[in-house]
T-cell receptor, first 114, second 112 residues
C-alpha cells in the first residue's frame, strides 16, 4: 500500500519568504509527527497530532513555525519569514493511533534557505 | 518531560564482530522503546522494539534488552555486515498522548 508521502521533495527559498511543506499520512493513521533533521544530526521533534486531541506543539522552535492537520489526514507545516538556520530536511511520520505504534516516515522535504 | 541519552555517538566495528548501543531514559513511566535505523540518504525505519513487560527481544542478528530498574536499554547486533552501516536511533515513550523522544543517534560503520 501507499506509504507516507511528502511534497515538495526539495524546496529552495530566499531568506524572509514563507514556505509550506505538505505531508500525506498512511490512510487510517490517526497520529502524525513532524521532525527536523539537520545534516548529519539527529531527529528534532517539532509537533505531534493524535486524533482529535490538541496537538503537542512543544517542539516548535519559534512562532514562525506552525502546523495544521485538516480533516484528520493531510498536514501542512508552515515556516514564515524563513532564516538560513531553517535549512534542514523536514520529515513527517504517521502511526496507527499513538506514539507506541510504529512510526512510518516519509521521504522528507529538503529545505534550503539562501 | 522524557530525556533519552544515547552512547556512543559513533561506533566502528570489524565485519563479523558485535556492536552494542546503549540508551538511558529519565521517565520511569515510559513503557515502549523502539529502535530505528537510518541508512545514508534514506528515511528512518523501525528495526525492533520492546515493551516494558519483557526484558529481552530478539530478531535474527539483532536483540534489544531492557533494564527498567536502571532505566536503560541496549541494542545488540551480532555478526555485523557492511549493510548494518547506518545511523541508529533509540527512543522512548509512555504513549497515551505523549510524543516519542529520540536519542541523539549512533553512527555505526562496519569495516570489511
Amino acid at each position: 500500500g501507499a506509504g507516507v508521502s511528502q511534497s515538495p521533495s526539495n524546496k529552495v527559498t530566499e531568506k524572509g519568504k514563507d514556505v509550506e511543506l505538505r505531508c500525506d499520512p498512511i490512510s487510517g493513521h490517526t497520529a502524525l509527527y513532524w521532525y527536523r533533521q539537520s545534516l548529519g544530526q539527529g531527529l528534532e521533534f517539532l509537533i505531534y497530532f493524535q486524533g482529535n486531541s490538541a496537538p503537542d506543539k512543544s517542539g516548535l522552535p519559534s512562532d514562525r513555525f506552525s502546523a495544521e492537520r485538516t480533516g484528520g489526514s493531510v498536514s501542512t507545516l508552515t515556516i514564515q519569514r524563513t532564516q538560513q538556520e531553517d535549512s534542514a530536511v523536514y520529515l513527517c511520520a504517521s502511526s496507527l493511533q499513538t506514539s507506541s505504534d510504529t512510526q512510518y516516515f516519509g521521504p522528507g522535504t529538503r529545505l534550503t534557505v539562501l | 518531560g522524557e530525556n533519552v541519552e544515547q552512547h556512543p555517538s559513533t561506533l566502528s566495528v570489524q565485519e563479523g564482530d558485535s556492536a552494542v548501543i546503549k540508551c538511558t531514559y529519565s521517565d520511569s513511566a515510559s513503557n515502549y522503546f523502539p529502535w530505528y535505523k537510518q541508512e545514508l540518504g534514506k528515511r528512518p525505519q523501525l528495526i525492533i522494539d520492546i515493551r516494558s513487560n519483557v526484558g529481552e527481544k530478539k530478531d535474527q542478528r539483532i536483540a534489544v534488552t531492557l533494564n527498567k530498574t536502571a532505566k536503560h536499554f541496549s541494542l545488540h547486533i551480532t555478526e555485523t555486515q557492511p549493510e548494518d552501516s547506518a545511523v541508529y536511533f533509540c527512543a522512548a515513550t509512555k504513549a497515551a498522548g505523549n510524543k516519542l523522544t529520540f536519542g541523539g543517534g549512533t553512527r555505526v560503520l562496519v569495516k570489511p
